[in-house]
């Protein structure tokens, strides 16, 4: 699976920015996928998942309320809504995916759990 992360760019503290991941290569329709960000020097951190076998979603705390995930099978895309967007929201975003074992129910928030990785896209929240 070859991942390509789009949508990041400039905004106001309080604004909106959509990201898109989409996927190529392979069936995307069993992968579960998420959203990591990262600040120089820094680890990357979990920001929200969905799983391929139900829609069903997972998100950081700190997100919870502002940002969604959502994906679409029948495009091969999965996409994050950042709203209300904060300056502690500034980072890199990466798109991931893994195809998980037959029957997990788990969601997987760390970086080293997902084989795939979209290149990254720069989110910068001015105040």
């Known amino acids: 699976v070859q991942l390509q992360a789009s949508g990041g760019g400039l905004v106001q503290a309080g604004g909106s920015l959509r990201l898109s991941c989409a996927a190529s290569?392979?069936?995307?329709?069993?992968?579960?996928m998420a959203w990591f960000r990262q600040l120089p020097g820094k680890e990357r951190e979990f920001v929200a998942a969905?799983?391929?076998?139900?829609?069903?979603?997972y998100y950081a705390d700190s997100v919870k309320g502002r940002l969604t995930i959502s994906r679409d099978n029948a495009k091969n895309t999965a996409c994050l809504q950042m709203n209300s967007l904060k300056p502690e929201d500034t980072a890199v975003y990466y798109c991931?995916?893994?195809?998980?074992?037959?029957?997990?129910?788990?969601?997987?928030?760390?970086?080293?759990?997902?084989?795939?990785w979209g290149q990254g896209t720069q989110v910068t929240v001015s105040s």
């Open positions: 991931a995916a893994v195809r998980p074992p037959y029957g997990s129910r788990r969601f997987r928030v760390n970086s080293h759990e997902y084989d795939y």
């Open positions: 290569g392979r069936s995307f329709s069993n992968y579960d």
């Open positions: 969905i799983k391929w076998s139900d829609g069903s979603t």
